[in-house]
Antibody, heavy 121, light 107 residues
Framework: EVQLVESGGGLVQPGGSLRLSCAASGFTFSSYEMTWVRQAPGKGLEWVSYISSSGSTIYSADSVKGRFTISRDNAKNSLYLQMNNLRAEDTAVYSC??????????????WGQGTLVTVSS | DIQMTQSPSTLSASVGDRVTITCRASQSISSWLAWYQQKPGKAPKLLIYKTSSLESGVPSRFSGSGSGTEFTLTISSLQPDDFATYYCQQSNSYSWTFGQGTKVEIK
């Protein structure tokens, strides 16, 4: 059974940093691209950042570019999101998501339950 | 970035109704569209990918169609378990975006 379990969320002051982690199990982690998706309270879904299976290719949304860094450790079956210079608008549940693809169609087939990040003074 | 616009934002329907949700892209995304269902407090669930491919285990009452800039998700006969919020998502470029969501409510 595919499992994605996030950790590391919490309350942080504006300008602060947090590092989110995602422990993956139930599939060959090193074979899959991964991504982070966030959802602000009561709002819709927002894609945050993507990383290729090897970690060599990374893409991020403009809203987090230069502040958030996605990474992975395939030996530990883990995905990370380093978040710096946090803003109030970054307050959201952050979910670790597995990416699958068919030709050029990328879709998110397994989601973690998410970890809440609250940015407030 | 490609903008995705769903309509309606809220839909009131009864069990057994045929329901259609529309998703429009600000530019052509070929067939690179997926649909997700989300229930309160739960993670989204993949329903359909590449416009019309049904994810394994998803009931056949769900179907998707479209191409280019206009896409639809249809539920042929709404069931009690289908009351939820639905999101479309494009993957035409590596700046993936979601629609704002359509909440399907009980009429």
């Amino acid at each position: 059974e595919v499992q994605l379990v996030e950790s590391g969320g919490g309350l942080v002051q504006p300008g602060g940093s947090l590092r989110l982690s995602c422990a993956a199990s139930g599939f060959t982690f090193s074979s899959y691209e991964m991504t982070w998706v966030r959802q602000a309270p009561g709002k819709g879904l927002e894609w945050v950042s993507y990383i290729s299976s090897s970690g060599s290719t990374i893409y991020s949304a403009d809203s987090v570019k230069g502040r958030f860094t996605i990474s992975r450790d395939n030996a530990k079956n883990s995905l990370y999101l380093q978040m710096n210079n946090l803003r109030a608008e970054d307050t959201a549940v952050y979910s670790c998501v597995r990416v699958s693809a068919t030709l050029f169609s990328y879709y998110f087939d397994y989601w973690g339950q998410g970890t809440l990040v609250t940015v407030s003074s | 970035d490609i903008q995705m616009t769903q309509s309606p934002s809220t839909l009131s329907a009864s069990v057994g109704d045929r329901v259609t949700i529309t998703c429009r892209a600000s530019q052509s995304i070929s067939s690179w569209l997926a649909w997700y269902q989300q229930k309160p407090g739960k993670a989204p669930k993949l329903l359909i990918y590449k416009t019309s491919s049904l994810e394994s285990g998803v009931p056949s009452r769900f179907s998707g169609s479209g191409s280019g800039t206009e896409f639809t998700l249809t539920i042929s006969s709404l069931q009690p378990d289908d009351f939820a919020t639905y999101y479309c998502q494009q993957s035409n470029s590596y700046s993936w975006t979601f629609g704002q969501g359509t909440k399907v409510e009980i009429k």
